[in-house]
Nanobody, 127 residues
């Protein structure tokens, strides 16, 4: 079992920035592909960004490309999502997820590729 703990969510004005993180206490991140998903109020959970085990490959949803950056620090067992130029439509609960046993250069986009999920952190962008 892999426990994932998100933090850093909050309320920010449109155009602002926020950096959220996800840690796996007592676990080694280097074996996991990692992703961020979000679920806006009343909508389905959707892919945001993913990073491969070795950090060499990243993928982004079109809606966040150029504004969000995913990164990882395997020494700290933590991944980050730097969110800039935030918009009200970015308001959602943000979840990190871990994908086990995938090749080192793959950054999965599909939800079904992820076996473990955090409980989420809320991000609210006011207009």
């Amino acid at each position: 079992q892999v426990q994932l703990v998100e933090s850093g969510g909050g309320l920010v004005q449109a155009g602002g920035s926020l950096n959220i993180s996800c840690a796996a206490p007592g676990r080694t991140f280097s074996g996991y592909g990692m992703g961020w998903f979000r679920q806006p109020p009343g909508k389905e959970r959707e892919f945001v960004a993913a990073i491969s085990r070795n950090g060499a490959t990243t993928n982004y949803a079109d809606s966040v490309k150029g504004r969000f950056t995913i990164s990882r620090d395997n020494a700290k067992n933590t991944i980050y999502l730097q969110m800039n130029s935030l918009k009200p439509e970015d308001t959602a609960d943000y979840y990190c997820a871990a994908s086990i046993g995938i090749p080192a250069t793959i950054a999965p986009i599909a939800r079904e590729m992820y076996e473990y999920w955090g409980l989420g952190t809320q991000v609210t962008v006011s207009s």
